[in-house]
């Protein structure tokens, strides 16, 4: 548990190397809606709650789907890394920065979603958060002044 507590901690160190916070500027919220509903809920859940002991590895070492609501880290995280994680999967993302002892089970949406449908979700699943959580989040991405 240590391990990957480092890990985790590692992961979220890649915040600070985001693109500017416009990316979910008017985005269309009915669209993400409806793709979050198709594409992300049997995983994250109906209500974005994700499942059940999604901070504990299964057998094989990957962590549950987390919940996409305030309760869960998706917060914490820049939009770019965000899209990444949303475009290419978690694998491939984790690889990309470095991070290979972390085993992720989020599928890619490259071949499923458009860039502008993965804003959309993206942008509903932020629309669903506390007023000082979307805050927080808007602060990990760089300026684009």
């Known amino acids: 548990m240590i391990k990957l507590n480092f890990l985790v901690v590692t992961f979220f160190s890649f915040a600070?190397?985001?693109?500017?916070?416009?990316?979910?500027?008017?985005?269309?919220l009915t669209n993400g809606q409806t793709l979050y509903a198709e594409h992300c809920a049997s995983c994250h859940g109906v209500k974005l709650e994700g499942q059940p002991d999604w901070q504990t590895?299964?057998?094989?070492?990957?962590?549950?789907?987390?919940?996409?609501?305030?309760?869960?880290?998706?917060?914490?995280?820049?939009?770019?890394?965000l899209f990444e994680y949303t475009q290419l999967g978690?694998?491939?993302?984790?690889?990309?920065?470095?991070?290979?002892?972390?085993?992720?089970?989020?599928?890619?949406?490259?071949?499923t979603l458009t860039d502008d449908d993965i804003?959309?979700?993206?942008?509903?699943?932020?629309?669903?958060?506390?007023?000082?959580?979307?805050?927080l989040q808007a602060s990990r991405n760089l300026s684009h002044e």
């Open 16 to 28: 600070t190397s985001a693109s500017a916070g416009h990316e979910m500027d008017d985005r269309d």
């Open 119 to 135: 804003w959309d979700v993206l942008t509903y699943i932020r629309s669903t958060w506390p007023d000082d959580i979307q805050q």
């Open 90 to 111: 978690g694998e491939a993302v984790l690889a990309a920065r470095g991070v290979d002892a972390f085993a992720s089970g989020m599928p890619g949406f490259v071949d």
């Open 57 to 81: 590895p299964d057998e094989n070492g990957i962590l549950p789907s987390p919940p996409h609501d305030e309760t869960g880290h998706t917060w914490h995280h820049d939009n770019q890394l």
